[in-house]
């Protein structure tokens, strides 16, 4: 026999079968307001769909969300913005942006909105000059001049071998990253509370069922 709801789930390079299961607990009752199962075996694209799903049954309009990093995904924090929920999520590792081999990274660069242009450690201004797609959403490059780079004492922390000039890059909705990671500064001890709240029910069921996955 064959059961006509199983699927193939692809998740960090396997093939199994199963169910990518989503859940949301409330912190005042501690009940769980809202599940899913999705065939998506990233959680980066259901932080807005799980947060819509709890406001729509808790009747609260302006929530405020705590989820783990691999919700973490600036099209998904800039929908939530716009529908007026706040979402707590940490930035995962493969998200922060460092220099390598000790190089200055995009960090380092000071993005004034005002004139749309990127300032390096030593004052110096990046202009846009190009655009691209990534997956349907648009990014924008910003470059030094060669000369400015050429007569600069900090030339070799910022370039990378065989580079005249440095580029850095900003995805289009980037202030809502900068919007994100002050305001996780600010709230880091929210997440302690997240733990708490959301693993206990997975893994009450787990013991339940005698099972290590579920």
């Not at 947060?51 to 939530?80: H, M, V």
């Not at 990046?126 to 400015?148: C, I, M, P, Q, W």
Request: one cysteine or more.
């Amino acid at each position: 026999m064959v059961d006509a709801d199983a699927r193939l789930l692809r998740k960090s390079g396997k093939t199994v079968g199963g169910y990518n299961c989503r859940i949301a607990v409330d912190d005042r009752h501690k009940l769980i307001v809202a599940e899913d199962m999705v065939q998506d075996g990233s959680a980066s694209g259901q932080l807005e769909p799980m947060l819509t799903k709890s406001s729509e049954a808790t009747g609260t309009a302006r929530l405020i969300g705590l989820a783990d990093s691999s919700y973490f995904s600036g099209s998904q924090l800039r929908s939530c913005e716009e529908k007026g929920m706040e979402a707590y999520v940490p930035i995962p590792n493969h998200a922060i942006r460092r220099g390598k081999g000790g190089r200055f990274d995009s960090d380092d660069f000071r993005y004034d909105a005002q004139d749309g242009t990127y300032i390096c450690p030593t004052g110096q201004r990046l202009t846009r000059r190009r655009s691209f797609l990534n997956k349907g959403e648009l990014y924008f490059v910003y470059h030094s001049t060669a000369a400015d780079c050429r007569g600069c004492s900090l030339s070799q922390r910022c370039l990378a071998k065989g580079r005249s000039s440095r580029r850095v890059q900003r995805w289009e909705h980037e202030d809502v990253i900068d919007r994100h990671r002050k305001k996780m500064s600010a709230g880091a001890s929210l997440m302690r509370d997240r733990g708490a709240l959301v693993e206990h029910p997975f893994g009450t069921l787990k013991r339940r069922a005698g099972m290590t996955i579920f």
